[in-house]
């Protein structure tokens, strides 16, 4: 595939998006038919260029990879056109009601394609090996507005909505939502959509989105995608956020009120190099998407926050990461990671990006931060545009770096870092003294100092975190309300305190027939909260119980990502 060029009207009402793609592509053996990735979709025609007929057939299905769809082409076809509609199968579509939204008002519709579920809500070659350009004519109900991972072209006089990308990415980062949207600018070339009643708070707390890129320009090179705007989406949105190019997808629940959770925005803005202009070829190579992106993301939060914001974030990642591989089978554990007769979300974990991330930090500590950071301008602007393996990152690595300093070279084994599980034992560690800090007072806390006369004036979202994750096991329940009385942590608006909190109060068996948690379960999508909140659940049979009451009731508002993983956990029967 080269092209993707969509016509697509969104139907509300039945939860579908129905019309057709035509597909450009290139024709090496003019006998071959052409086959596309499909899933959850209904295929009633395909034709040619001349507008005829082709014979088309739907494979047998795999519950992991859904069908092949097989056309029979002409000699001469260079296009075909799928004529489709989606269902209520179309993994990548999340369909929500006015009340699932903030100004519960209007409905609401986005889609999620990493890893392959953009074949759920249209007929191609769903790789990330495969590079497209794409425009598209999206016709939506009145009063609502389409947004897309593309430059706007306008509504035209026959109220569709059309958008076109010049620059060729790989189809998971095809994107789209509608809804009651509005703007607001914080830049000439960057700006904030959300609901109406979120919008302006919205844009103050990413006020810095510019400054972000233009640190990342003077990091490694220039923006190549025109706009960087951010799209703040309703909370059933499963991920922090998605790198769709020219339009961030994030979650509301970013919205700290202090910026100190904006390195998401960094990590996602990163992804314009890391991602969406250099992209791993297959889904085994995923650490060269996140790795790189968390390494970029820690660069831009230095930049513009300073070392010891930096140094904060490093040390917490390193934490999570460290208990998460205790969790994981040795195969999760390895950033070139095998994944044969896998589904590409099984290997989703914190590994990619920390693991990743460490990686590059040893190489910057071993050939010095200049050199390392030539290496990377060469490295971007090298592969600008295409899809690679791991194989050729380490052949460009042995001949652009490790030729400048054979001595440096020789003190990293890339076969422990890429191949094999758990942590080299060079891995870079990072100690910072706002998180020392918290230590202390937790100590002070411990050995019986009263939580209101602890010094926690100024602790940002990060120390917090840090204070209730460091809880030893013996914490007691009246020790827990003691903490809640003085700090109200159930009573948090901070979604990543919250769930810290909600994750220690199951495990200590506190308040657990409160309001927080069931509220908490239903009023966010995002995986990240969910699956240490339901897991904890599930770890005694009372728990198991309240989670999959709670369960029953929140699943019809979580995306099929979310779904994906917390049907395991609780081993979900439909």
Known sequence: MRHVSLDLALDFSLHAAAGSVELTFDRPDAHAPLTLDVQGLVVTAASGADGKPRRFQVGSEDPRLGSALIVDLEPADRTVKIAYHTTDGSAALQWLAPEQTRDRKHPFLFTQGEAIFTRTWIPLQDSPGVR???????????????????????????????????????????????????????????????????????????????????????????????????????????????????????????????????????????????????????????????????????????????????????????????????ELEPWQQVLHMDLAGRHPDDGFSIVPYEKGALFLRRLEQLFGRPRFDAFLRGYFDGHAFQSITTADFVEFLKNQLFTQDLAAAARIDLAAWLDQPGLPSD?????????????????????????????????????????????????????????????????????????????????????LDDQPLAKFLMSVGRRKFLKPLYTELAKTEGGLARARAIYAQARPRYHAVATGTIDKILKWQL
């Not at 660069?299 to 513009?304: A, D, G, N």
């Not at 100092?449 to 926690?456: G, K, N, S, V």
Request: glycine share 6%.
């Open 132 to 326: 497209v350009t794409y425009d598209a004519r999206i016709l939506a109900p009145a009063g609502l507005t389409v947004l897309m991972s593309a430059e706007q072209l306008g509504r035209g006089p026959d109220g569709a909505w059309r958008f076109r990308l010049d620059k060729p990415v790989a189809p998971y980062l095809i994107a789209l939502a509608c809804g009651d949207l509005a703007f607001e600018p914080v830049s000439q070339r960057s700006g904030i959509w959300a609901e109406r009643s979120l919008v302006k708070a919205a844009r103050d707390e990413l006020v810095d989105t510019e400054a972000m890129i233009a640190a990342a320009e003077s990091l490694f090179g220039p923006y190549r995608w025109g706009r960087y705007d951010v799209l703040v989406l309703p909370p059933a949105f499963p991920f922090g956020g998605m790198e769709n190019p020219r339009l961030t997808f994030a979650t509301p629940t970013i919205l700290a009120g202090d910026k100190s959770l904006v390195a998401l925005i960094a990590h996602e803005l990163a992804h314009s190099w890391s991602g969406n202009l250099v992209t791993n070829a297959t889904w085994r190579d995923f650490w060269l998407n996140e790795g790189f992106t968390v390494y970029f993301e820690q660069r831009i939060m230095e930049r513009l926050y300073g070392a010891d914001r930096a140094a904060l974030e490093q040390q917490l990642s390193w934490n999570e990461l460290e208990k998460e591989l205790r």
């Open 427 to 511: 891995a870079p560690r990072t100690a910072s003294p706002a998180l020392a800090k918290v230590d202390q007072e937790r100590q002070r806390w411990l050995a019986g100092l009263p939580a209101r006369e602890l010094a926690t004036a100024g602790f940002i979202t990060q120390q917090w975190q840090h204070f209730i994750q460091g809880m030893p096991v013996a914490v007691s329940v009246a020790q827990m309300a003691a903490l809640d009385d003085a700090f109200h942590f159930s009573a948090s608006g901070n979604s990543e305190i919250l769930c810290d909190w909600l994750v220690l109060a199951i495990r200590h068996q506190y308040r």
